[in-house]
């Protein structure tokens, strides 16, 4: 079985975690990875602190499994769901979009791991510096705020910059990618893309079909002039936003044109307002399944796959 040093320090079965996607990963969604042997994450996004609790405990009433909950470090509500989750003691927090320094103490004391997800070597030393358990090394390739490196460059690099385990993510979806991962030093991938299409995924079936459809030249980046880019689908209202950012649009405009679009795309399927966040991976997502299901069939072939490396050395 495809086991690593994350697996034991998380009481997980397989070192496959689920992305924390805002107004996506909820509670649901979480329980279904976390029970399938998985981490299941729930996304706090731009949500309240209440938001989140509730998540939490509708996910332990379906897995006595570890769970996690990503914070959104630019959330106007992160200092609130940065308590909820000490106090709710979640097993993992795992923090996206910023520096999670200053809850570092409050969490480390409430005996959660904090897995900070890093786009930089620079951020992998200060969050080894800082205590965190592990890192999440994701690349340029992942769905949603994407920094600059593909993460076959960072992987590498963050791995030989830290002793944390380290858990690659980006472009990643099935045992192949994480079999790559595995070579390249991580200790665990994340896929958020692949999670799109669980059954346990409850986004809105436009937006489902469209991951199901999708091709490989099927995504764009978006919000590099405000200073944090997005990947996502490359819809109506993807291209459109694309014209304003180049067009002259005053830049509170711009950000008012994007508010509440990824959760138009979500709960709405909306193609002209909404944001469908995707990675690059997407058109590597071809059927609907049980989450358990993803976990279970990612972590098989990535053993298979890297058994079959040894016919590489003579």
């Known amino acids: 079985m495809l086991k690593s040093k994350i697996c034991e320090m998380l009481g997980i ?40 609790r509730e998540q939490i405990r509708l996910a332990r009433e379906e897995t006595e499994n570890p769970i996690g909950v990503n914070i959104m470090l ?23 979009a910023g520096n999670p320094s200053k809850y570092m103490e409050t969490w480390l004391g409430a005996g959660i791991k904090v897995i900070p997800v890093v786009a930089s070597v620079a951020m992998a030393r200060l969050m080894t510096r800082c ?27 963050v791995c030989d910059a830290t002793s944390l385990p380290v858990i690659a993510a980006g472009g990643i979806a099935d045992g192949r990618g994480a079999a790559a991962a595995f070579l390249l030093g991580a200790q665990g991938v994340q896929m958020g893309t692949r999670f799109l299409s669980a059954r346990e995924c409850s986004i809105h079936p436009v937006y489902k079909e469209k991951i199901l459809k999708a091709t490989d030249l099927c995504t764009m980046v978006t919000g590099k002039r405000l200073g944090h880019p997005v990947r996502s689908l490359r819809t109506r ?40 966040l995707s990675g690059q991976i997407a058109a590597m997502v071809k059927k609907e399944q049980p989450a358990a299901e993803i976990v279970k069939e990612v972590a098989e072939e990535a053993e298979a796959v890297l058994r079959e490396a040894l016919q590489w050395v003579k």
Request: glycine residues 16%; charged residues 20%.
């Open 13 to 52: 079965r397989y070192p496959v975690f689920q992305g924390g996607m805002a107004w996506i990963a909820d509670g649901k969604l979480a329980a279904a990875v976390s029970q399938g042997g998985g981490l299941g994450i729930i996304a706090a996004g731009n949500a309240p602190g209440q938001y989140v």
């Open 74 to 96: 630019l959330s106007p509500y992160a200092d609130e769901v940065a308590q909820v989750a000490a106090e709710e003691k979640v097993q993992v927090v795992t923090t996206g």
């Open 131 to 157: 205590g965190a358990a592990a890192l999440i090394a994701e690349g340029g390739e992942s769905g949603g705020h994407v920094g600059e490196l593909t993460t076959m460059v960072l992987v590498p690099q």
């Open 237 to 276: 209202f993807a291209r459109e936003y694309s014209k304003a950012e180049y067009g002259g649009m005053p830049d509170e405009e711009l950000e008012a044109l994007a508010t509440g679009a990824l959760r138009l795309a979500v709960q709405e399927g909306s193609e002209e307002k909404g944001c469908f």
